[in-house]
């Protein structure tokens, strides 16, 4: 019985650094050939073929890096003779290309985004094992239809719910409200739980000009005037608790809603979704009725992401708040 293929796309990060002694830093520097050198038996599980899109650090991936990575895969899940698709990645921006790619592709074989949190100086160098388990995921059947899946440390979690929760940990990718869809043992995947809801943005472009402005005790509306300024098609704001702001922000808000601004609120808490609870000036419902678009359960850099999406196919103010707010919210 021959080997099921699988596509790896190396777009760099530590998985790809070893320090430069020059500088005492770590610098890209491995191979995708070296990288894979390091996973050992790997054939005899799967025939691997190795794209190289790029050798860039996680703060270097931009939007239209990750549209372009969306395109690539496009065309490999087209191929009879893929079974599966990996990206290897930077862990800074992981999960925002996790869950644009988790939005705006809609293919049945499993994508698996991975990466490293120690480069390849470093003992305990960790990116060929997350590679290792990255592949068992991809040739897994099980894996099939599951959106876009993120493999570290022997976990398997889905792109919407993930995050970077650590610094350094090697366990630093957690789904921290329902925790990992699965793990890899044994060279196995073994999956406990599903998605129950899967969003789609069937899109070629993105719009980038959105911004993300995180909310503190008492902020004022200088942000957000200076993104409408620089002619803001959207904002994403991380409200306190439920969806809450100082109300010296509330000012800012209504100004970039009548110049036609989108504005997505969620928390800055990491876990839980934002309502329209508080009435008073600046509570979630002062802003709901200024027109705001609740952003659920969402983190501030992916909804920014889907707000980018949303933002390339449409302007329409009621289309992307059903895009946002359809499935968890009545109005």
């Known amino acids: 019985m021959s080997n099921k293929k699988v596509a790896i796309i190396f777009t760099g990060g530590t998985i790809s650094m070893k320090i ?7 610098i890209p520097a491995l191979s995708s050939e070296e990288i894979m050198s390091m996973v050992t038996n790997i054939d005899r599980f799967a025939d691997i073929e190795i794209i190289n899109f790029d050798r860039i650090p996680g703060p270097h991936m931009s939007p239209k890096k990750m549209m372009e990575l969306s395109k690539i895969i496009k065309g490999l899940a087209n191929r009879k003779d893929i079974d599966g698709i990996i990206v290897t990645h930077g862990t800074d921006t992981l999960e925002e290309t996790a869950f644009l790619l988790d939005l705006n592709l809609f293919c049945e074989k499993p994508v698996v985004v991975t990466g490293a949190m120690r480069n390849g100086s470093e003992l305990g160098y960790d990116g060929p094992s997350n590679l290792a ?7 897994s059947p099980q894996a099939k239809n599951k959106g876009v899946l993120v493999v570290m440390n022997n976990e398997v979690n889905a792109a919407s719910e993930v995050t970077k929760t650590h610094t350094l940990s090697l366990d630093t990718f957690k789904s921290l409200e329902f925790g990992p869809l699965g793990i890899v043992d044994n060279d196995e995947v073994i999956f406990y739980r599903d998605i129950v809801k899967h ?25 957000i005037d200076f993104c409408i300024e620089k002619g803001a098609k959207g904002l994403v704001i991380e409200a306190m608790g439920r969806g809450n702001i100082p109300p010296t922000m509330v000012s800012g808000i209504k100004n970039a809603i009548d110049n036609g601004v989108i504005v997505v609120i969620v928390s800055r808490c990491p876990m839980g979704r934002v309502l329209d609870s508080y009435g008073y000036e600046g509570g979630g419902k002062t802003l709901r009725n200024l027109g705001v678009i609740l952003g659920g359960s969402l983190n501030g850099q992916k909804a920014r992401i889907k707000l980018m999406l949303a ?6 103010k009621d289309k992307i708040q059903e895009i946002f707010e359809k499935d968890f919210y009545t109005k």
Do not use: W, Y
């Open 133 to 139: 388990a990255a592949i068992c995921t991809a040739i």
């Open 20 to 26: 430069d002694p020059r500088i005492s830093a770590a």
């Open 311 to 316: 933002l390339s196919i449409t302007n329409d």
């Open 199 to 223: 969003h789609h943005i069937q899109t070629d472009t993105i719009e980038e000009n959105v911004f993300l402005i995180k909310t503190a005790s008492g902020m004022d509306s200088t942000l």
